[in-house]
C-alpha cells in the first residue's frame, strides 16, 4: 500500500502568522514514521507564502490556497488545500452530519452540542434551528426539493421537517434504538432509515407509516445508500405484491454497512439478499459510484471498491491510514473520503 503524507488540519491558520509552522509526517505500511515540518519565511513579491521544509521534505507548487509538499524518500507527494470558506459560529461542538441542499442555496447539520440548524451555504447566517429530537441526532439530508429535511436520533424516531418555517410535519416511530442512517428513494414519496437495533426499514411520508422491514441483520447498521441497480443484477422477486405506496422501489438496490464486519446488499422492493461481503473490521458508510460500482469504509481505515455483479473479490482496498472512514461521497471521477484523524 502507498505511503502517507499528511500535515496537521489547521496548517493555513498556522502559516498565516509570522513565523508559523505546521507539523508533516510520511508513514508506509511496515516502516517507522518521518516526521518533519513546513515553516513560513515570508510573503513574495505577489502576496504568496514563501515556504521552506525541514530535511527530507521538499516543497513544491505554492498557491494562496495550496501547497504541494513531497517526501523524495518514499516516492510521495500530496497537495493539501486551504478551506475555501470556514463557518465557526454554526456550532460550539463537533459536527457530526450535514448536507447541502440541491440548489446549493441552504446547509444542514448536526452536532455534538445538541443542536440541528439550517444556514445559508453562501455565508454561515443561520436561518433555522430544528428542536425536537431527544437525545443526539445522528444523521440529516435534504429531500431534492431543498425544502425539507429528514432526519434521524438516538431517540429512535425519524423526523421530517419544513426548511422554511422548522415546523415538524412528520414523525416516525418503530425502530427499537437509536437511528443512524437515512436515505430518501427518488422524490421522496418513500424515505429509509437504518438503526442500532439491525433493521433498515421503508416509511411511507404521506401516511407517516412504515412500509415494511427492508433487513434485519442481528447487528446495528451503521450505515445505507440506494441505488438503481445494473441490469444483469437479479434483486430477488418479493414474496408478496409490494404496496401501492411504494414508490420508486423497483429496480433498486439497497447497501447495509453493517458493525458485524459485513456489507449487504438487498434488492429493496424484493426484501431479498443480493449479496454479502465480508470487510477487515466494522463498516461505517457505503456508497453509490455508479449502478455497478460501490465503495464501503470500515473503522480500521480500509475503503473497498466493489462491484456488484461479482462481490467476491474487491476491485481494490484503499488504505490511507489506520484512523476510522466516517464517511464517503462521489465526486468528478472520484470520490471523497472523511476519516477520524
Known amino acids: 500500500m502507498a505511503a502517507t503524507l499528511r500535515i496537521q488540519s489547521d496548517w493555513s491558520s498556522a502559516l498565516s502568522r509570522d513565523e508559523g509552522e505546521a507539523w508533516l509526517s510520511c508513514r508506509s505500511p511496515g516502516k517507522p514514521t518521518l516526521y518533519g515540518s513546513v515553516t513560513r519565511r515570508g510573503l513574495s513579491s505577489e502576496g504568496v507564502l514563501d515556504i521552506a521544509a525541514s530535511e527530507g521534505f521538499l516543497v513544491g507548487e505554492v498557491t494562496k490556497k495550496s501547497i504541494l509538499i513531497s517526501c523524495p524518500h518514499e516516492n510521495v507527494s500530496t497537495k493539501f488545500l486551504a478551506p475555501y470558506t470556514t463557518f465557526s459560529k454554526i456550532h460550539q ?46 444523521c440529516c439530508r435534504f429531500f431534492p426539493s431543498g425544502l425539507v429535511v429528514l432526519s434521524g436520533g438516538m431517540d429512535a424516531q425519524l423526523k421530517v421537517w419544513s426548511a422554511e418555517d422548522a415546523s415538524c410535519v412528520v414523525t416516525f416511530k418503530g425502530h427499537k434504538g437509536g437511528i443512524l442512517d437515512t436515505a430518501i428513494v427518488d422524490r421522496g414519496r418513500n424515505v429509509l432509515s437504518c438503526s442500532r437495533d439491525g433493521t433498515a426499514r421503508l416509511w411511507d411520508c404521506g401516511k407517516s407509516a412504515c412500509l415494511g422491514v427492508i433487513a434485519d441483520c442481528g447487528s446495528p447498521i451503521n450505515g445505507i445508500a440506494t441505488g438503481t441497480a445494473d441490469d444483469s443484477l437479479n434483486l430477488g422477486t418479493p414474496e408478496k405484491p409490494p404496496s401501492e405506496r411504494e414508490i420508486g422501489t423497483e429496480g433498486k438496490i439497497l447497501l447495509l454497512a453493517r458493525e458485524d464486519k459485513k456489507l449487504q446488499g438487498v434488492g429493496l422492493q424484493s426484501r431479498q439478499p443480493v449479496f454479502l461481503f465480508m470487510g477487515s473490521d466494522a463498516f461505517n458508510c457505503c456508497t453509490f459510484l455508479s449502478s455497478t460500482y460501490i465503495l464501503a469504509g470500515t473503522q480500521d481505515g480500509n475503503i473497498y471498491q466493489l462491484d456488484v455483479r461479482n462481490t467476491n473479490t474487491p476491485i481494490q482496498v484503499i488504505h490511507r491510514s489506520g484512523a476510522p472512514v466516517l464517511s464517503l461521497l462521489p465526486y468528478q471521477d472520484g470520490f471523497i473520503a472523511s476519516q477520524g484523524n
Do not use: F, P
Open 93 to 138: 461542538k463537533s459536527i457530526t452530519c450535514l448536507d447541502i441542499s440541491s440548489g446549493g442555496g441552504l446547509g444542514v447539520s448536526t452536532s455534538t452540542d445538541g443542536t440541528m440548524k439550517i444556514w445559508q451555504a453562501a455565508n454561515g447566517e443561520i436561518r433555522r434551528l430544528l428542536e425536537g429530537h431527544v437525545y443526539d441526532v445522528n
